[in-house]
């Protein structure tokens, strides 16, 4: 894991990246400035148990394409589920928060997830451990309003002009982050590349 310093606000995006792209790096820059974070961790899964029928690049080659999209030195590219073994979200959470006391994390995820969001394993117990921030996506804007996750927790958003304050926040408690948005997608890559190789 990243090395971090007590009471910094960290923010924990994970996904398969598989392509990584500029929305992805969109994504991380919007949750530093609005979230004022000292670091974001971007976590390269081993793999997507949601994901599973989809073919995924060797995880050596997504963290290297990562590295290469993310530039801003804050934005720390790692994949220790990988190394701790670890398959679902709840788990890594309490893995990164048992090894990391002192520190408030945030839990970050593009608002195209919300709308299957409660199919994650024990996505209940996601949203009770971390605050959670949605960046807004193409197409997925009204998302936070009919997802089961956004009606389920409605009573715990809070506006995002308080944003700032999300990781210093007792969970449950999540906010909605519009902002621009990149309609650039890891699925739309890679059929482009499968077309170019056929």
Known sequence: MPHV???MQVGLFGGSFNPPHAGHALVAEIALRSLALDQIWWMVTPGNPLKSGRPLAPLAERIALSEDV??????KVTAFEAAYRVRYTADTLALVRARNPGIDFVWIMGADNLAEFHRWQRWREIAL???IAVIDRPGSTLAFLSSVFA???DRARIDEH???RLARMRPP????IHGPRSSLSSTALRDAAARLAS
């Open 173 to 176: 408690v999540w906010t909605f």
């Open 162 to 164: 308080g944003a700032a």
């Open 5 to 7: 310093e007590r009471r």
């Open 70 to 75: 993310a530039q801003d030195p804050r934005i």
């Open 129 to 131: 451990t971390m605050p």
């Open 151 to 153: 009606k389920t927790f």
